[in-house]
Structures are given as C-alpha cells and as structure tokens.
C-alpha cells in the first residue's frame, strides 16, 4: 500500500539545464497537487491537477515552469533552463477527490541544487 | 487575505512540558485547518485537522482549539516527548472549492529536551 512517490529524491543541474520531477500518487488517488519549500520556509502551492487537466495554475512561475498529469503514468513537474532560484524541495501531494476535507497525502520530495 | 501566519519560528520545550503552536488567518472562507508534522528529510504528514464548528479536537497528545471570532487555532502538544521534534505547519483551505490548495503557515521547529 505505497503512499505517494516522487523521484528522484534528490537532482542536481547546472544553470540552463532542464529539471524533471516524477509523483506518483497513491494508487486510486486522481488529484495531485505541487509544492515549493524553499529553506526556512513553508510550503507554497505551485499547481493542482487532475488526470490529464490543469485545474489551478495560479502558485506556478509564469515562465519556464509546467505540469502534467497524463492519463497513464506519473505526474510531471518540468522546469525548463533553471536558475539559482530554482533550488527548493518540491513537494507532491495526492487525494482521491478535493470537494471535501479529504486530506492531501505528502511524498518525501525531491530536493533539487542548482549548481 | 491568503495568509495564514504562524508563531512561534522555533521552540524549545523540555520533556513532559507543554508545547503550544499558534496560527492566524485572514480569509473567513476557510473552513478546513490541518497541522502537518514534518521531519528532516521527509514529505509534511498529517497530524490532526479541524473544522471551525467544533471549538476544540483531540486526538491523543495532540489537541487543535479553533476560536473562529479570533480567527486563530492552536496545536497543543501535551506530555512532550524527544520523538516529537520536528517542524510543525499549520494550514488552510477552503472546502468546497474549485482548487484543492492548503495555504501553508512559516512553520515551526519544536525541539524537546531530554
């Protein structure tokens, strides 16, 4: 009975290059949600999905960020020519649905340096 | 109005003592309020959670008192323990709505002394 699993759990890129970041959610779960933790910080919301649609983009960078969630396969955080401000934990979570208190359930992140 | 703001930033408490987390919130739509316990290394996992009809909720160690006029709720940990050190996060949502997203608090580093 796996809980949410992200990889890798730790990426290291050079300025420029590109970051992606896998979650799997917990199996039957088909909402999935992004979270940037940046050091000393809380978590900040970046974006939720739903199987193969964005539902709430609005805590994503306008720019050089994206998400998706296919309708087979893991959840995909894809930072394109990433910068030194890039490096934070990040964070998926999953539900099996949202329209109620059903609580979101946390991978342990991937923790990305940008050198 | 999406703020929820966390006090204190560190804590240190010794063992057996009571360990007291606050949060303020600003937007009178949410309704749904978690703390989340995390440990270095580790994903937030959830503790206990509580809607604002109830005033107060206790699940072992752990109680949440909810005051909605104040718009503040608190994490009581009684009968502190070394083993309950870790970050502790409050947050907030809104139940229903079209977006599923915790607002987080700072956090908190609780540290327990033996």
């Known amino acids: 009975n796996a809980g949410v699993m992200q990889n890798p759990r730790h990426l290291v890129r050079r300025r420029g290059q590109e970051a992606r970041l896998r979650c799997s959610p917990v199996k039957g779960h088909s909402h999935v949600y992004w979270y940037r933790q940046l050091p000393e910080e809380g978590l900040k919301f970046m974006v939720y999905?739903?199987?193969?649609?964005?539902?709430?983009e609005s805590g994503m960078p306008k720019e050089r960020f994206s998400a998706e969630f296919p309708k087979e396969g893991p959840s995909i955080l894809r930072i394109q020519q990433v910068v030194r401000g890039d490096s934070a934990a990040y964070f998926c979570?999953?539900?099996?649905?949202?329209?109620?208190?059903?609580?979101?359930?946390f991978g342990d992140g991937t923790r990305l340096s940008i050198l | 109005q999406q703020q929820v703001k966390q006090s204190p930033q560190s804590l240190i408490v010794q063992k057996g003592g009571i360990s007291i987390i606050n949060c303020a919130y600003e937007n009178t739509a949410f309704d749904y309020f978690p703390w989340y316990q995390q440990f270095p290394g580790k994903g937030p996992a959830l503790l206990i959670a509580i809607r604002p009809d109830v005033s107060e909720k206790k699940e072992g160690r752990f109680t949440i008192s909810f005051n909605k006029s104040a718009k503040q709720f608190s994490l009581h940990i009684m009968d502190s323990q070394p083993g309950d050190s870790a970050t502790y996060f409050c947050?907030?949502?809104?139940?229903?709505?079209?977006?599923?997203?915790?607002?987080f608090g700072q956090g908190t580093t609780l540290q327990v002394k033996p």
């Open positions: 979570a999953s539900s099996p649905r949202q329209i109620s208190n059903q609580p979101q359930h």
């Open positions: 999905l739903q199987k193969e649609n964005i539902i709430d």
């Open positions: 947050a907030a949502k809104r139940v229903p709505s079209n977006t599923g997203k915790l607002i």
